[in-house]
């Protein structure tokens, strides 16, 4: 599970045993340890961000916060993912 960051307690991460076919590039966040009951966030192709759902239920404030910071780091986490899964597409 490679942890990206973390932002005001939250962990910013993806699944290394992700489903096959491999699903669009993505994180997982969450408060406390990683499950997979964790928010999912797609990363689009411009590097923005899409929520996919929050059924860690992250506060409409809190989630905004985290996903300015994701768009703003998206790079780093489409790196980490090709280096990680050597192959890489995007939801939209």
């Not at 669009?24 to 899409?50: N, Y």
Request: charged content about 15%; proline content about 5%; overall charge positive.
């Amino acid at each position: 599970m490679p942890r990206i960051f973390s932002i005001g307690g939250y962990i910013v991460y993806f699944w290394v045993n992700e489903s096959k076919p491999l699903e669009p590039v993505h994180v997982h966040v969450c408060k406390g340890t990683p499950s997979p009951a964790a928010t999912k966030i797609w990363i689009t192709r411009s590097g923005g961000c899409l929520l996919c759902h929050n059924k860690s239920k992250i506060s409409n404030r809190d989630l905004r916060i985290i996903m300015q910071t994701i768009e703003s780091r998206s790079q780093d986490v489409i790196d980490l993912w090709y280096q990680t899964f050597q192959q890489i597409s995007y939801y939209c």
